[in-house]
């Protein structure tokens, strides 16, 4: 038996249809290849319309199990286009090349067959809140050995984010300070790229957002809008933050998540 990583990449095909998107996927496998690991595609063809045949989709990957193959276990699965990361792996990684634009920031628009009748709003929501299962497990998955997965064998499942993060851990104790952000920042930029993203709660978003807000002014008397949102945050030493404020099961808690980019 091969002592290799085995890596399997994941692609939504249009039968016919050769661009970018596939032409990563294919290099990516290459590379992995010649960097020594066991590595093959998985394609399971993509048909987007009529637009009820979305969930359909999303759910041909979900149905499929990649844990095991010819007896050998697949140690990890690398996700691509919508809708592959609804694939079912315990150790799975998304690279997200192209995400369903349709029911997002183009939903109403001429470049989506999505509108905001009520059908196509029950058909959004269905597709999102399967996307936002997803994205809890990430935060909130608590880490677990499996059984049901592959008869007679164990299989490990990952935990989320807060199960991993128990190092690390600020307390401000009391009010959320520039000083006490730039003292966490060092910790977080030790080690790593400079450039890092910030998943935290409504809560820490304001408050750094009012970092900025005590040196600013309108910029006109009769201003009847004023506030500041940060999107970025760049700390004394240089590196940079995005921010991503997660709402979805984050409201209760008052901390943030830094993930390397």
């Excluded at 001429?110 to 299962?133: G, Q, T």
């Excluded at 059984?147 to 959320?176: E, R």
């Amino acid at each position: 038996m091969s002592t290799s990583r085995s890596v399997l990449v994941c692609e939504a095909q249009v039968p016919f249809v050769h661009g970018g998107a596939e032409l990563h996927v294919r290099g990516l496998v290459d590379e992995l290849r010649r960097h020594g690991y066991r590595a093959e595609r998985v394609s399971i063809p993509f048909k987007w319309y009529p637009k009820e045949e979305l969930l359909s989709q999303a759910a041909a990957w979900r149905l499929v199990d990649l844990s095991e193959s010819n007896g050998e276990r697949i140690d990890t699965v690398i996700a691509t286009k919508f809708p592959t990361y609804f694939v079912r792996h315990p150790n799975k990684v998304t690279w997200l090349f192209h995400q369903y634009r349709a029911i997002y920031d183009l939903c109403g628009t001429p470049f989506s067959e999505f509108d905001h009748s009520e059908a196509d709003v029950r058909l959004r929501d269905k597709l999102i809140e399967h996307k936002r299962d997803m994205e809890n497990t990430l935060f909130f998955g608590r880490r677990n050995l499996d059984t049901t997965v592959v008869p007679g064998s164990v299989a490990g499942v990952c935990g989320g984010l807060i199960d991993y993060n128990t190092s690390n851990v600020t307390n401000v104790g009391g009010n959320l300070t520039q000083a006490l952000m730039e003292t966490f920042l060092r910790s977080g930029f030790r080690y790593g790229s400079r450039k890092k993203v910030f998943f935290c709660s409504p809560l820490i978003a304001s408050g750094l957002s009012s970092f900025p807000l005590g040196r600013l002014a309108p910029n006109a008397f009769d201003a009847d809008t004023w506030g500041v949102s940060l999107q970025n945050y760049q700390s004394a030493q240089g590196d940079m933050l995005q921010i991503v404020v997660k709402r979805d099961g984050l409201d209760q808690f008052v901390t943030g998540f830094r993930v390397v980019r």
